[in-house]
Each structure stands twice: as structure tokens, then as C-alpha cells.
């Protein structure tokens, strides 16, 4: 069975971890080029002076741009999340939003600097926004890509 977009979005939001996390996984794309993420705020995902807690406004950024580049790409590209980086604006308070794109012409240009078995480290931000679509934190994720060595083997 294929996963689609709204089978993942719905897995994802039921996944434990998210699920206890306050986190939804609002939508995929038809094409997988965007990924609409929400951290609910509430007494399990809140610090100590109520606000948003750093490791919940991290954790609903982990999986998406690998994600998305892995499902553009396709099986025989090893794809994979390496580290991140957080930037606190302002405390966030209610239904926090990220919104996760990898444009065509990127995983494009991506699949073309694999090709061969070649080692890609790709950078990509986002931002989390309030309801009132103020910046709560900026958000950069770091995606290893590398065609798988089966590939690159048969095409030397």
C-alpha cells in the first residue's frame, strides 16, 4: 500500500510522539512540496512561565523537510534529518504554525548534485507563527541526501 499525503498527515498526527506532544500535522501536498505543521499549547507542551516549550516548537520541525524531499525523490535516495538550529522570537502562546516547503525546482537541483553517490548537505528554514502570524521562533533544518550506492553502481 502507497502512503498519500493525507494517510501521512493523518499517521503523523496519531503518531504517539506528536499525538502527546500537542503537535497535528494539518496537510501534505498532493505533489509533497509543503507540509503544514501545529503545536497546540496547552499544560503538557508549555514551560514554566506558560509559554511555548523550546523542545515541543522543536520536535513539531524535525521530520518535515526530510520528509518531503524523501517522498519527491523517491526510494533510491537516502534521506535523512542531521541537526537543527532554533531561534526564539517572542513566547508563543495558543496554536503555533510552521510551514515546511521544498519547491520542485529545489529537490531538482538536489536529485542532479546526488547523482553519481555524491554526498548533498542541504539547508532549510521556516518559520513558527502565532495566530496572528507573528514570527515565535525561526527554525533551520539541516537533510543529508545521497543516491543510494545499488543506483549509483548500475549506472557506472
Same mark, same amino acid.
Given at each position: &500500500? ?10 503523523m ?19 509533497? =512540496? ?11 507542551? $508549555? ?5 511555548? %516549550?523550546?523542545?515541543? &516548537?522543536?520536535? &513539531? ?5 526530510? &520528509? ?6 523517491? #526510494?533510491?535516495?537516502v ?7 532554533? *531561534? ?5 502562546? /495558543?496554536?503555533?504554525?510552521? #510551514?515546511? *516547503?521544498?519547491? $520542485? *525546482? ?6 542532479? #548534485? ?9 539547508? %532549510?528554514? =521556516?518559520?513558527? =507563527?502565532?495566530?496572528? /502570524? ?13 543516491e ?9
Amino acid at each position: &500500500m502507497r502512503i498519500t499525503p493525507r494517510r501521512l498527515a493523518w499517521g503523523m498526527s496519531l503518531w504517539l510522539p506528536n499525538l502527546c506532544s500537542g503537535i497535528r500535522v494539518r496537510s501534505f501536498s498532493a505533489d509533497w =512540496t509543503v507540509a503544514v505543521v501545529e503545536l497546540h499549547v496547552n499544560l503538557l507542551t $508549555r514551560n514554566y512561565v506558560k509559554t511555548a %516549550f523550546g523542545g515541543s &516548537m522543536s520536535a &513539531m520541525t524535525d521530520p518535515y523537510f526530510f &520528509m518531503l524531499v524523501m517522498h519527491q525523490l523517491g #526510494r533510491d535516495y537516502v534521506v535523512w534529518d542531521t541537526r537543527g538550529e532554533i *531561534e526564539f522570537v517572542k513566547p508563543g502562546h /495558543g496554536v503555533l504554525t510552521a #510551514r515546511f *516547503e521544498v519547491p $520542485r *525546482e529545489r529537490a531538482d537541483d538536489i536529485r542532479r #548534485r546526488a547523482e553519481g553517490g555524491a554526498k548533498v548537505l542541504e539547508w %532549510f528554514d =521556516t518559520e513558527i =507563527t502565532d495566530r496572528s /502570524g507573528d514570527v515565535v521562533a525561526r527554525v533551520r533544518r539541516e537533510v543529508y541526501i545521497r543516491e543510494k550506492r545499488r543506483v549509483s553502481d548500475s549506472r557506472a
